[in-house]
């Protein structure tokens, strides 16, 4: 299925949505403004842009990444065509790989995001996972970055669950990640004074033992939870098989902390610009793609009443096109089971649900593969956000209004392509900030005459395409 056919596929999911009220507003409204620069191109978003993380424990239900689990494959390609599922997190230094397949029964059906700080037991990972995987990548279409264990394995161990992960995954597997937030490892599985420099000496042991079993292996990391001048450092002291560099982003946490609110999750956070200008400088100066490999709305498994909701729909929508903005690779979602930031809750037994964060992440998607240009907003406020972007001599504007209130936008460019036969324009919205359920991405029908004055409802994200 190519990306025509996925659109065409998208919008045959959902019913074919009313015009909102006010998608097109009267010319005489002042409003805040949006120029857009069709002519310089910030990035390009790559095919592969959206994935998805999951815990390694994961693997040790060898059902659930599967051929036979077509359902979470069939939502998995409603996502993308061409996304990355990235396996690792706290559980990765609590799995055990067996050269040999189990007859016992899966310990769960489904595992959520981290539980490593108090998880006691251990989980096993074998054979019959890893070629479900393949089936279950082959069904997707998606690639797989892939966590080794690092702080509690050798490297010989290392090396041979490498082996059978690089000759079963094949060209499914973009690359493998040498331990997870090493950067966290002090005072847990480390002494105080560990840092990055320690983290490379052990990174080469690992590195020397699996290039010597796997000679065509790739690498990405360093993978660090927040230290990102450990990235920086990484890209200086690279080798030439590190394909990418990667590093994670919550936006809010813990869980359990009063200030993490959806209010703080909606607002700019200045500190993500400063450090993503950080890390492409790193990305750009070694020639290494950076990614995002894991991160969400909020650490320890996200927030009810935040993480769960269309909010967090909003910020995820917004939050990838800065990413991709800036430059980066892509972004990987974590998730899993019933936590509340999962994008894709359930299970093998009880089914798999669509989170509102998911239409966030699919309203994004429908960015990849094409150029981001400049667009520039003014006299809005900081809750109105908006993108552009060129493909195949189309344009396609995105705002995205995180507010209460409709907001009225007067644009330098014609809104509506004339003579369109298709609905080219998306809308994502729900009832309320705080709904959990009724969160829709739908093909909205569209006036098919010229306007440069377009009104978004409130809580919702749009996306036009205009008229080349």
Known sequence: ?????????????????????????????QSPSLEIDAGSVQATVP??????????????????FSGSNTQLIELFRSLSMAGLLRLGGGTSEFTDWSALDSSAPAPFDSFGPDTSKTVKTSFTITPLAIRNLRAF???????????????????????????FVQQTIGPRLLAFQIGNEPDAWRNRYRPAT?????????????????????PQARFAGPDVSNHLDWVVQFAAEHHDDVVLLTGHYYAEGPASSPTATMDRLLSPNPKLASDLSEVMQAARSSGIPYRMSEGNSCWDGGKPGVSDTLSSALW????????????????NLHGGGNGFYTPIAGSVKDGFTRRPEFYGMQFAELFAGSNLVRATLTGATDRLVAYAATKDDNLRVALINKGT???????????FRKNSKTPENWLLTGPSLESTQDVTLQPVAADRHASNVVSVPPHSAAIWRLQP
């Open 137 to 163: 990548l082959d069904a997707t279409g998606w690639q797989l970055l892939y966590g080794l264990k690092a702080a509690r394995n050798t490297p010989e161990a290392a090396a041979a669950e490498a082996e």
């Open 316 to 331: 995820a929508g917004d939050m990838m096109l800065q990413f991709a903005q800036a430059g980066c690779a892509g972004v």
């Open 194 to 214: 560990w840092g990055f420099q320690d983290y490379w000496v052990l990174w080469q042991q690992f590195h020397a033992a699996i290039v010597q079993r796997v």
């Open 405 to 415: 209130d409709e907001v009225t936008v007067s644009l330098n460019k014609s809104v």
């Open 1 to 29: 299925m190519n990306r025509r056919e996925f659109l065409a596929a998208l919008a045959a999911s959902t019913a074919l949505a009313a015009l909102p009220r006010a998608l097109v507003a009267a010319a005489d409204v």
């Open 47 to 64: 095919e592969n842009f959206t994935g998805l993380s999951y815990e390694s424990a994961q693997l040790a239900n060898p059902a659930f």
